[in-house]
């Protein structure tokens, strides 16, 4: 006798484009990265969600709403896409895996060294005569 294996409620189709997050832990750790994605696009968080995942419009409104949350695909598309630093930043801020800690320190170096640069430029400028 055997028995056929039914897959679980959450489990996403691989052949559909789907957004599969019925779980309330899944809309919860969405919301972290919502507000901070919220806060970068202003008025038009659909709109650029949609173009930078490839989701429907209708979907990137239910992010917004909290109603679901994007699944491991439409995550992949935002960390490769330009705003996916701030992604990562925000998906292990508070995290204390060594590997995490590795990159904050990375893009905190990178910060401080841009700063230095450009203190560089501004100090080499007012020493030219050039108010910047």
Not at 56 to 71: I, N
Request: glycine share 4%.
């Amino acid at each position: 006798m055997t028995r056929s294996v039914k897959p679980a409620r959450e489990q996403s189709n691989p052949v559909s484009d789907k957004v599969v997050s019925r779980s309330r832990r899944n809309r919860q750790s969405w919301s972290r990265l919502l507000e901070v994605l919220q806060k970068r696009f202003k008025a038009d968080f659909v709109w650029e969600m949609h173009v930078r995942t490839g989701r429907s419009e209708r979907d990137c409104y239910r992010w917004k709403t909290g109603k679901a949350a994007p699944d491991f695909e439409a995550l992949d598309r935002l960390i490769n896409s330009d705003i996916g630093d701030l992604v990562l930043l925000t998906m292990t801020r508070g995290s204390d895996q060594p590997w995490a800690v590795a990159m904050r320190r990375t893009y905190e170096i990178a910060k401080a060294r841009g700063d230095i640069e450009a203190a560089q430029r501004r100090l080499a400028a007012l020493e030219r005569g050039i108010i910047p």
